[in-house]
């Protein structure tokens, strides 16, 4: 097996109108930052637009308005096309990565494109394995780690928080070597 150093990694994390894209919630953010090693290799954001409104929910959350997408937002098979270009040949990382390829994926569905079938890799699992914590939340372990959190809670912000958790973990695992 290659050393995780030397694999280009895309850690990935989306911002969504629900939970369930099963019942036609969307990606509204996609946001990855391409690294090998400990090295920031490159960055992709994009919002999307999408044909309903967010619904109130949603905007608490990650604070992404209907005004945000009308202006800033791109068409969803333009960001997806990119998206699969900047991923490719990467394992994609993220904190419950499950939850993002479930709506990355129905996306693609969506768009009547393939879907992605890149390795992942769960930060939720390895921090499992190394961390005893009573809670596994990206907050929660990126504050038991001191990983400096910003207070919005926005794709590419999440990434750059679950980056370096990540890091960090890795370096936890080669000190139980």
Same mark, same amino acid.
């Given at each position: ?8 990694? @895309? @850690? ?18 996609? /946001? ?20 309903k409104p967010i619904p109130p929910e949603g905007q608490a959350i990650h604070g992404i308005t209907d005004e945000m997408l009308a202006k800033s937002g791109r068409p969803a ?65 990126? /504050?038991?780690?001191? @990983? ?6 926005? /794709?590419?912000?999440?990434?750059? @928080? ?10 936890? /695992?080669?000190?139980?070597?």
């Amino acid at each position: 097996m290659a050393n995780i150093k030397d694999l280009q990694l @895309v @850690v990935v994390d989306v911002e969504t109108t629900g939970m369930r894209p099963d019942e036609g919630h969307s990606v509204i953010e996609i /946001a990855g930052q391409k690294i090998q090693g400990e090295k920031l290799l490159a960055t992709f954001d994009s919002l999307i637009r999408i044909p309903k409104p967010i619904p109130p929910e949603g905007q608490a959350i990650h604070g992404i308005t209907d005004e945000m997408l009308a202006k800033s937002g791109r068409p969803a098979l333009d960001v997806f096309n990119e998206f699969r270009e900047f991923a490719k040949s990467c394992v994609l990382v993220g904190h419950n990565i499950g939850f993002d390829m479930s709506f990355i994926n129905s996306e693609y569905s969506r768009l009547e494109q393939t879907c992605l079938e890149n390795e992942t890799l769960d930060t939720i699992a390895l921090a499992k394995r190394y961390l005893i914590i009573p809670s596994y939340s990206l907050k929660n372990v990126a /504050a038991y780690l001191k @990983v400096p959190q910003p207070s919005s809670h926005r /794709a590419l912000a999440d990434v750059d @928080v679950t980056r370096q958790v990540l890091l960090k973990l890795i370096e936890r /695992a080669k000190q139980e070597k």
